[in-house]
């Protein structure tokens, strides 16, 4: 099944539109962090990485994903195993890959 991408509600403003398109080209390598964290078990750096995409995402207008990033930090920040958070973790990873710098 393929999901619909999500759009930046700044992509086609001039004065954003390059910054929207470096952010998304970016998101690979966060996500590439995010995993790593996952892997080392290091819940308190990757706390901190989704609460920073959690903002990007809200700045450059991927407002879809903030509800979910939010959810997902405040889950972190209740002391949960990654363990148990490895299916959230996985839709939200997802999530952030749907995003795309192509206007709507």
Same mark, same amino acid.
């Given at each position: 099944?393929?999901?619909?991408?999500?759009?930046?509600? $700044?992509?086609?403003?001039?004065?954003?539109?390059? /910054?929207?398109s470096e952010f998304?080209?970016n998101v690979p390598?966060?996500?590439?962090?995010?995993?790593?964290?996952?892997?080392?078990?290091?819940?308190?750096? #990757?706390?901190? #990485?989704?609460?920073?995409?959690?903002?990007?995402?809200?700045?450059?207008?991927?407002?879809?994903?903030?509800? /979910?990033?939010?959810? /997902?930090?405040?889950?972190?920040r209740s002391d949960?195993?990654?363990?148990?958070? #490895?299916?959230? /973790?996985?839709?939200?990873?997802?999530?952030? $890959?749907?995003?795309?710098?192509?206007?709507?």
């Amino acid at each position: 099944m393929i999901s619909n991408p999500i759009h930046s509600t $700044l992509v086609e403003d001039p004065d954003f539109a390059e /910054l929207v398109s470096e952010f998304v080209s970016n998101v690979p390598e966060r996500i590439r962090a995010i995993r790593q964290c996952i892997d080392s078990n290091d819940t308190k750096q #990757l706390c901190t #990485l989704v609460h920073q995409l959690k903002g990007a995402c809200g700045s450059y207008g991927f407002h879809e994903i903030t509800p /979910l990033a939010a959810s /997902l930090e405040a889950r972190i920040r209740s002391d949960a195993e990654i363990s148990s958070l #490895l299916e959230s /973790l996985e839709v939200f990873i997802a999530t952030c $890959l749907r995003m795309t710098a192509d206007p709507a």
